[in-house]
């Protein structure tokens, strides 16, 4: 770990909101913020409170927070809600009801529009689908599909019965879907034939269908057809979505459940062990998401909004789906690659349904660059008048060119910096309140009482990063990890148990302004084009191979993707392994895991540098994946000749 990293980015650029903009925003000015913020941070009750007043309850609450057995807090207690209500039926009543919920554009160039009416038509008739399959309030539901409207449909419909949503992002393989099912016991997955990536049709089902030979706990499979190919039914087990929910009623009254009654699972990648179930449960994040999107993306009653994220990820269950329609607002969702067929489809989608809010990632920024300026300039993008970012941090250059190219220097940036773990942004700036600047995310959001500090718990000069931390509950945080709540606590609240602060994994720098930038994980999570991914599960893939005798992964930096994959692998005595093996090896871990987990590099290695109790020194193998000289401390290293092995392999 860095404790404490002298920081010497100095960044001096910043931005006002632009007059206009600040006008007609929904937080216009900075001492607006400052008054709120204070007033959410010295009164947490009496703020969410008010805030909660906004939704719709069948029951109001009775205690809006109950910290009695922290750290597993509860929000709103004794009241009833239903997010999938809060997002379809309250706006049924007026104008909204006939307003676009849904723009989707599929990659072959096809189109959807859902106005609110007919989701809420279709998320009604899905939920009761899903109850004619047996599934009941509280049961688990996998979702793996590729980006068409049954997607949301389908989250939409689990929370409106009260069962639990547990979406596997679709580029995931056989065996990330084996460990995800398995861990939340699903009982029925939804899934699609097939998707449309890269002009051709990505088949689903099949990978379905090898995952759940090894997942007994799945009785019903649901399939949308997308793409058309040839799939396999299995009879009593598999049906087709349009033979099951097209028939059912379009009558299902919302359930009406508890604040704290789970809303979904979504697993992430941690330093250790297998992925984790950070589980959200319904009125804490509900209000958290909504209140993030209104105030940070500034959503206005005409805005067309467009996050790019896969709803596979967490910024696409927060931003493209819950805290989006519970706003009213019309959101566009694209179901394929930016360029496919060619490296303006972005460009063109945001001239072709005039999208004002554009959010985005920064990987996805730098391949823009890299495709060049010709791309964006031919198309028409004075609809837009906000942009936003997240996933890992922005460089000052990525940024800049964001602001210059696609805003032209009139839209704001949002830098949002948050986790699957936090539910919805929690340090940003506000577009129409503060000035941006460059590479820092900004100031807390309502509610999150941030602080850098050191090892210790200290707080860190002026000149200095250090840890991330949380010092109080918020509405939207995780609430537990599924089936495992003492991986919780020893996962974010152990570090800095005395004080009873969240330890979010990150280093950070907090600036004269009170601004943070984010400086990156300093565990072993990698963040490659933004997906977070954890070098256990890799090397596990690594590891289940013949080839394998161990395994060490480390993320190392790369321009576009912000951190590429490194597998230092040793193999079995007596075998010599060839420049083939490594192709072997990558193919390997594409096909368990996902494309996305194909490690860039593969290192042979007779062995791994270890510290004399046995743990891989991953600092040691991060700076040589980085051809960077190996600093710090080696005096534990088990074996002082591994390392000079691994560098001379490097070399070779
Ligand atoms: C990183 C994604 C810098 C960070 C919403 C965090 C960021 C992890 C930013 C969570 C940002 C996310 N600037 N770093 N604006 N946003 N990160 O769970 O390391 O996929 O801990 O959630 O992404 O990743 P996750």
């Known amino acids: 770990m860095s404790e404490s990293i002298e920081h010497v980015l100095e960044e001096t650029r910043h931005f006002d909101p632009p007059a206009a903009f600040a006008a007609r925003a929904n937080l216009k000015s900075r001492a607006d913020y400052d008054r709120m913020y204070r007033e959410s941070i010295e009164n947490p009750e009496g703020f969410w409170g008010k805030v909660a007043e906004e939704f719709h309850w069948f029951k109001k609450w009775q205690r809006v927070l109950n910290a009695d057995a922290a750290p597993f807090y509860k929000w709103f207690e004794g009241g009833t809600t239903n997010l999938s209500y809060n997002c379809l039926d309250r706006h049924l009543d007026g104008p909204r009801k006939n307003k676009a919920a849904i723009l989707w554009e599929g990659e072959p160039g096809d189109q959807r529009t859902l106005t609110y009416q007919q989701l809420h038509r279709e998320v009604c008739k899905a939920a009761n689908a899903l109850k004619a399959l047996g599934v009941?309030?509280?049961?688990?539901?996998?979702?793996?599909?590729?980006?068409?409207?049954?997607?949301?449909?389908?989250?939409?419909?689990?929370?409106?019965?009260?069962?639990?949503?547990?979406?596997?992002?679709?580029?995931?393989?056989?065996?990330?879907?084996?460990?995800?099912?398995?861990?939340?016991?699903?009982k029925l997955i939804i899934t699609a034939d097939s998707g449309y990536r890269r002009g051709a049709v990505l088949p689903l089902k099949p990978v379905v269908d090898e995952a759940l030979k090894q997942c007994p706990t799945v009785e019903k499979v649901l399939v949308v057809k997308r793409g058309g190919n040839a799939v396999t039914m299995q009879a009593g087990r598999d049906h087709w979505w349009h033979e099951t929910v097209a028939p059912a009623s379009a009558v299902c009254p919302a359930e009406e459940l508890d604040a704290e009654h789970p809303l979904y699972i979504l697993y992430t990648s941690g330093s250790t062990g297998k992925p984790k179930g950070i589980l959200h449960t319904t009125a804490g994040y509900m209000i958290g998401a909504a209140v993030t999107a209104k105030y940070v993306f500034d959503l206005q009653e005409d805005d067309v909004y467009w996050c790019t994220a896969d709803i596979g990820?967490?910024?696409?269950?927060?931003?493209?789906?819950?805290?989006?329609?519970?706003?009213?607002?019309?959101?566009?969702?694209?179901?394929?690659?930016?360029?496919?067929?060619?490296?303006?489809?972005?460009?063109?989608?945001?001239?072709k349904y005039r999208v004002n809010i554009f959010y985005t990632a920064p990987t996805a920024i730098r391949t823009f660059i890299r495709w060049g300026d010709e791309w964006p300039n031919k198309y028409d993008l004075s609809s837009l008048?906000?942009?936003?970012?997240?996933?890992?941090?922005?460089?000052?250059?990525?940024?800049?060119?964001?602001?210059?190219?696609?805003?032209?220097?009139?839209?704001?940036?949002?830098?949002?910096?948050?986790?699957?773990?936090?539910?919805?942004?929690?340090?940003?700036?506000?577009?129409?309140?503060?000035p941006t600047k460059p590479g820092s995310a900004g100031l807390p959001f309502f509610g999150v009482k941030v602080a850098v500090v050191t090892e210790e718990g200290e707080a860190v000069d002026a000149k200095h990063s250090g840890t991330l931390v949380i010092q109080a509950p918020w509405p939207s945080m995780l609430r537990t990890l599924f089936g495992a709540d003492d991986r919780y606590k020893e996962v974010y609240w152990s570090k800095f148990a005395k004080q009873g602060w969240y330890l979010a994994g990150d280093g950070a720098f907090c600036d004269a302004n009170g601004y943070y930038m984010i400086i990156g994980r300093l565990d072993d999570v990698i963040k490659v084009s933004g997906h977070r991914l954890g070098t256990m599960e890799i090397e596990s893939a690594l590891v289940s191979h013949d080839l394998v005798a161990e395994a060490a992964v480390v993320g190392y930096p790369h321009d576009i993707k912000g951190q590429a994959i490194c597998a230092f692998v040793s193999v079995p005595r007596g075998i010599t392994p060839t420049e083939k093996d490594k192709d072997t090896l990558r193919n390997h871990v594409a096909t368990q895991l996902g494309p996305i987990a194909r490690p860039d590099q593969i290192r042979f290695t007779d062995s791994l540098p270890k510290t004399r109790s046995g743990k891989i020194m991953r600092r040691l193998l991060r700076d040589i994946a980085a051809g960077k000289e190996t600093k710090g401390d080696t005096t534990t290293l088990e074996d002082f000749t591994v390392l000079a092995k691994l560098r001379e392999h490097a070399e070779g």
Request: net charge negative; proline share 6%; with cysteine.
């Open 313 to 351: 990820w967490v910024t696409g269950h927060t931003y493209s789906v819950y805290g989006i329609f519970a706003n009213g607002t019309t959101s566009v969702m694209y179901e394929g690659t930016p360029n496919t067929p060619h490296e303006g489809r972005f460009w063109e989608i945001i001239e």
């Open 136 to 186: 009941h309030k509280g049961d688990r539901v996998a979702i793996y599909m590729p980006m068409v409207p049954e997607l949301p449909i389908a989250m939409l419909a689990c929370a409106r019965i009260g069962a639990v949503h547990s979406v596997i992002f679709g580029g995931f393989s056989v065996n990330a879907i084996v460990d995800r099912v398995h861990d939340a016991a699903c």
């Open 385 to 434: 008048r906000l942009l936003g970012s997240v996933g890992e941090p922005i460089n000052p250059e990525a940024w800049m060119w964001y602001h210059e190219v696609i805003g032209k220097g009139r839209c704001p940036i949002v830098d949002t910096w948050w986790q699957t773990e936090t539910g919805s942004i929690s340090i940003t700036t506000i577009p129409g309140a503060m």
